[in-house]
């Protein structure tokens, strides 16, 4: 079975600062989908970056950018410049490519910006 | 272009009561899914629709029941609700097997 597991609970980072969540997940799968979604205090659920197993190059997003190690199973998410507005609870997940099933979400990871 | 809604954003349940929470979106997804989340847990899935007219079972479906009654609506129901069911609940959709889910705002529940 496929499992997702971000091992840091909580974080803090001075504002400004880079910071980098971990994220390593476990499958049998070759082909699927990785993503880090973003809880703010609204719990509204966000999209922050996405990336496919298949791509070699890793996924970046303006100020977010990921560092994907497939045979280590590995997945984090750097953050740059952070800022006041990324404080929120950041959940890694897992897809199977062509299933329509369920994503597999970590336990989250809360990050606070020190101002 | 709304995306995902849901109703009711708060409920409040006594022991044994029933309800429904609805979800809709705009978006001309074929699938849909309903997941809860407790703290420390992350997001579970409770049950999922691959298209109008399929429904399958998720992760923690117990104590649940679902119906897609469109390609639009697919609505969550409590038949009697339990204090174990206390938790905030999202309702997504994809466009089928394409990568990302989108997600509703949530609905916070408490059973009393």
């Known amino acids: 079975a496929q499992t997702v597991t971000q091992s840091q609970p909580e974080m803090s980072v001075q504002e400004a600062e880079t910071v980098t969540l971990s994220c390593t997940y476990d499958?049998?799968?070759?082909?699927?989908?990785l993503f880090w979604y973003k809880q703010p205090p609204s719990r509204q659920m966000i999209l922050v970056i996405r990336?496919?197993?298949?791509?070699?190059q890793n996924a970046t997003e303006n100020r977010f950018s990921v560092n994907f190690q497939k045979a280590a199973k590995s997945f984090s998410l750097k953050i740059s410049d952070s800022q006041l507005g990324d404080a929120a609870m950041y959940f890694c997940?897992?897809?199977?490519?062509?299933?329509?099933?369920?994503?597999?979400f970590g336990k989250g990871t809360r990050l606070h910006i020190l101002p | 272009n709304a995306g995902v809604t849901q109703t009711p954003k708060f409920q409040v349940l006594k022991t044994g009561q029933s309800m429904t929470l609805q979800c809709a979106q705009d978006?001309?997804?074929?699938?849909m899914y309903w997941y809860r989340q407790d703290p420390g847990m992350g997001l579970r899935l409770i049950y999922y629709?691959?298209?109008?007219?399929?429904?399958d079972k998720g992760e923690v479906p117990n104590g649940y029941n679902v119906s897609r009654l469109n390609k639009r609506e697919f609505s969550l129901r409590l038949e009697s609700a339990a204090p174990s069911q206390t938790s905030v609940y999202f309702c997504?959709?994809?466009?089928?097997?394409?990568?990302?889910?989108?997600f509703g705002p949530g609905t916070r529940l408490t059973v009393l």
């Open positions: 499958t049998s799968e070759s082909d699927y989908y």
């Open positions: 978006m001309n997804h074929n699938s």
């Open positions: 997940a897992y897809r199977r490519r062509n299933r329509d099933d369920k994503i597999i």
């Open positions: 990336q496919e197993a298949y791509k070699q």
């Open positions: 629709s691959a298209s109008e007219g399929t429904t």
């Open positions: 997504a959709s994809s466009y089928g097997t394409v990568n990302e889910q989108f």
